[in-house]
């Protein structure tokens, strides 16, 4: 069973930073694309970043100099480093992931989400 737990949200001052960190855990054969999501009270999920196994990179265009995904292929680690914080990007954030569990076809997992509420 494939298993992604994010953690680092938390509550911060406008102009502020935090790291998002998701680990994904279980009988992984390989991890594919992993990415960020974001869903604020009455909207819709939205990506926020994501990158291949390779490392490319891609960003909501609202996103683009504020945020930067990474990950760690040898941890199944995938960050989110948030700076400049604004109110508007107060949201629960997801990670998510294309994962070959052992013995199994790909498939997409979620994590359970962490609110990220930046104050004003």
């Known amino acids: 069973q494939v298993q992604l737990v994010e953690s680092g949200g938390g509550l911060v001052q406008a102009g502020g930073s935090l790291r998002l960190s998701c680990a994904a855990s279980g009988s992984i054969f390989s991890i594919s694309a992993m990415a960020w999501y974001r869903q604020a009270p009455g909207k819709q999920r939205e990506l926020v970043a994501g990158i291949t196994h390779g490392g490319s990179t891609n960003y909501a265009d609202s996103l683009k100099g504020r945020f930067t995904i990474s990950r760690d292929n040898a941890k199944n680690m995938v960050y989110l480093q948030m700076n400049s914080l604004k109110p508007e990007d107060t949201a629960v954030y997801y990670c998510?992931?294309?994962?070959?569990?052992?013995?199994?076809?790909?498939?997409?997992?979620w994590g359970q989400g962490t609110q990220v509420t930046v104050s004003s």
């Open positions: 998510h992931a294309e994962v070959l569990p052992a013995g199994l076809a790909w498939g997409d997992y």
